[in-house]
């Protein structure tokens, strides 16, 4: 298949691969750059597993094609390990028992954390809405519910995930 | 649910765009946020030799605003009218119908243009602008043309536009502030596609009621937004127009029949409190 010659920046850093025009931008990331944290579940918007940052906004990976995001930048879940948010909500995903089978997690991470950052989160409606576009088929939600109530609270306590603005 | 091959292109210009479209008519396609396209591609309902990328362009990302108009590119996306960004000629209706389109991270992509473009007869932006009487400035070789968005979209996926031609932007004539306005949808899920959507804008004696998931294209109902004139319809009134508008869709069934009915109700309701 003819390919041709991508430079992605991808979690500050600069990555040029071969890709087919056709490939993703999860399967770029999964398949071209073995950077497995991006899941890929439905592979048609609805799931949410793939949710990654482009331009500092969630997008489904799987619903934008690699070659569309060349010159903006990526975040994926890799780069995220020095987070403020993602650090809160890695520990009140441990504590709530908001994991399973984990094949969901990485989206949830992504998608709670352009929540807290954006939204003002008080309530348990504020986060099944937010979250309603990722499917977990494991927990029944209650504890990842639980889990990004928790880390709304406690970053409304500190300030590092406190919305810009109303 | 892989796509078949094609090739990529992003041109700099709306002139370029015409162009390499043109040039390949009927093997090119334009993509945007690619939030239908993309997928359709992966399943192969849709094909395409070429893609050209429209989504950086900044010709569709006019917006502009006089006394009597807003104007919002195509490419504008749900986001960005959800958050305000640009203005919303009908007294917030728009900002409140994009907060409502699938799932935040789909309306940090999908375009108010693309929406149309596609057509599907469950899409809020179709009936919100038919509803708004929405004109779209379309782009194709020959010029500009502008076409009413009720006039555009013909069908289930089909619009008028030729395979050369894009569509710029939307001139949306603003609401007068008294003009009061409903707004009601059901779906399965929270983000899922509606399976009836009812918008209600109570003009006095341009009132008219919008029905959209409940056949081929948003339709216009006749009946109900000629009860509606009547300030003060009563509720039986209003139910036997709502039938009889319901009455020339094809292949509703009992349970259709009351959800709409119910959306359309919910939605007189709301724009008679407002």
């Given at each position: 298949?003819?390919?041709?010659?991508?430079?992605?920046?991808?979690?500050g850093?600069?990555?040029?691969?071969?890709?087919?025009?056709?490939?993703?931008?999860?399967?770029?990331?999964?398949?071209?750059?073995?950077?497995?944290?991006?899941?890929?579940?439905?592979?048609?918007?609805?799931?949410?597993?793939?949710?990654?940052?482009?331009?500092?906004?969630?997008?489904?990976?799987?619903?934008?094609?690699?070659?569309?995001?060349?010159?903006?930048?990526?975040?994926?879940?890799?780069?995220?390990s020095?987070?403020?948010?993602?650090?809160?909500?890695?520990?009140?995903?441990?504590?709530?028992?908001?994991?399973?089978?984990?094949f969901?997690?990485?989206?949830?991470?992504?998608?709670?954390?352009?929540?807290?950052?954006?939204?003002?989160?008080?309530?348990?409606?504020?986060?099944?809405?937010?979250?309603?576009?990722?499917?977990?088929?494991?927990?029944?939600?209650?504890?990842?519910?639980?889990?990004?109530?928790?880390?709304a609270?406690?970053?409304?306590?500190?300030?590092?995930?406190?919305?810009?603005?109303? | 649910?892989?796509?078949?091959?094609?090739?990529?292109?992003?041109?700099?210009?709306?002139?370029?765009?015409?162009?390499?479209?043109?040039?390949?008519?009927?093997?090119?396609?334009?993509i945007?946020?690619?939030?239908?396209?993309?997928?359709?591609?992966?399943?192969?309902?849709?094909?395409?030799?070429?893609?050209?990328?429209?989504?950086?362009?900044?010709?569709?990302?006019?917006?502009?605003?006089?006394?009597?108009?807003?104007?919002?590119?195509?490419?504008?996306?749900?986001?960005?009218?959800?958050?305000?960004?640009?203005?919303?000629?009908?007294?917030?209706?728009?900002?409140?119908?994009?907060?409502?389109?699938?799932?935040?991270?789909?309306?940090?992509?999908?375009?108010?243009?693309?929406?149309?473009?596609?057509?599907?007869?469950?899409?809020?932006?179709?009936?919100?602008?038919?509803?708004?009487?929405?004109?779209?400035?379309?782009?194709?070789?020959?010029?500009?043309?502008?076409?009413?968005?009720?006039?555009?979209?013909?069908?289930?996926?089909?619009?008028?536009l030729?395979?050369?031609?894009?569509?710029?932007?939307f001139?949306?004539?603003?609401?007068?502030?008294?003009?009061?306005?409903?707004?009601?949808?059901?779906?399965?899920?929270?983000?899922?596609?509606?399976?009836?959507?009812?918008?209600?804008?109570l003009?006095?004696?341009?009132?008219?009621?919008?029905?959209?998931?409940?056949?081929?294209?948003?339709?216009?109902?006749?009946?109900?937004?000629?009860?509606?004139?009547?300030?003060?319809?009563?509720?039986?009134?209003?139910r036997?127009?709502?039938?009889?508008?319901?009455?020339?869709?094809?292949?509703?069934?009992?349970?259709?029949?009351?959800?709409?009915?119910?959306?359309?109700?919910?939605?007189?309701?709301?724009?008679?409190?407002?």
């Amino acid at each position: 298949m003819k390919t041709v010659s991508l430079t992605l920046n991808i979690n500050g850093a600069d990555v040029t691969t071969a890709v087919e025009p056709r490939e993703t931008l999860a399967d770029v990331l999964r398949e071209r750059l073995t950077m497995t944290a991006t899941h890929v579940g439905c592979e048609h918007g609805a799931c949410g597993a793939c949710s990654v940052e482009v331009d500092g906004k969630i997008v489904r990976s799987c619903l934008m094609l690699g070659v569309m995001a060349e010159g903006r930048g990526v975040v994926t879940l890799e780069g995220l390990s020095d987070d403020p948010v993602i650090a809160v909500l890695r520990r009140t995903f441990h504590e709530k028992h908001a994991v399973q089978c984990g094949f969901c997690t990485p989206g949830m991470l992504m998608m709670a954390r352009d929540l807290l950052k954006n939204r003002h989160v008080t309530s348990e409606r504020d986060v099944r809405d937010g979250m309603a576009g990722q499917i977990c088929r494991c927990t029944g939600y209650a504890g990842i519910v639980r889990a990004i109530l928790a880390a709304a609270e406690e970053l409304r306590r500190t300030s590092a995930g406190a919305p810009a603005s109303a | 649910m892989k796509p078949a091959p094609f090739a990529y292109a992003r041109p700099a210009s709306l002139d370029d765009a015409l162009r390499m479209l043109s040039a390949d008519a009927g093997d090119a396609m334009p993509i945007a946020g690619g939030q239908s396209l993309v997928p359709l591609l992966a399943l192969r309902m849709s094909a395409a030799e070429r893609l050209v990328d429209i989504g950086r362009l900044d010709a569709l990302r006019h917006v502009a605003e006089t006394a009597s108009t807003v104007t919002i590119g195509a490419g504008i996306t749900h986001a960005e009218i959800e958050d305000g960004r640009v203005p919303d000629p009908a007294n917030g209706l728009m900002r409140r119908i994009a907060s409502g389109i699938a799932y935040r991270a789909i309306r940090n992509q999908g375009t108010i243009g693309g929406s149309v473009a596609l057509a599907d007869p469950a899409a809020d932006w179709p009936s919100c602008l038919i509803a708004l009487r929405a004109v779209a400035k379309i782009a194709g070789p020959n010029g500009e043309r502008h076409l009413a968005v009720t006039d555009l979209i013909e069908g289930i996926f089909a619009t008028g536009l030729a395979p050369a031609e894009l569509i710029v932007g939307f001139d949306i004539p603003k609401l007068a502030p008294t003009v009061r306005v409903g707004f009601a949808k059901v779906a399965r899920k929270t983000g899922a596609f509606a399976m009836s959507l009812a918008i209600v804008v109570l003009d006095g004696a341009d009132t008219r009621v919008v029905l959209g998931g409940a056949s081929t294209r948003p339709l216009t109902l006749a009946h109900t937004s000629a009860a509606l004139v009547t300030a003060d319809a009563r509720e039986a009134a209003l139910r036997d127009a709502i039938a009889r508008d319901l009455d020339t869709i094809d292949d509703l069934d009992a349970y259709a029949h009351r959800l709409h009915t119910a959306t359309i109700l919910r939605a007189t309701a709301e724009a008679r409190a407002s």
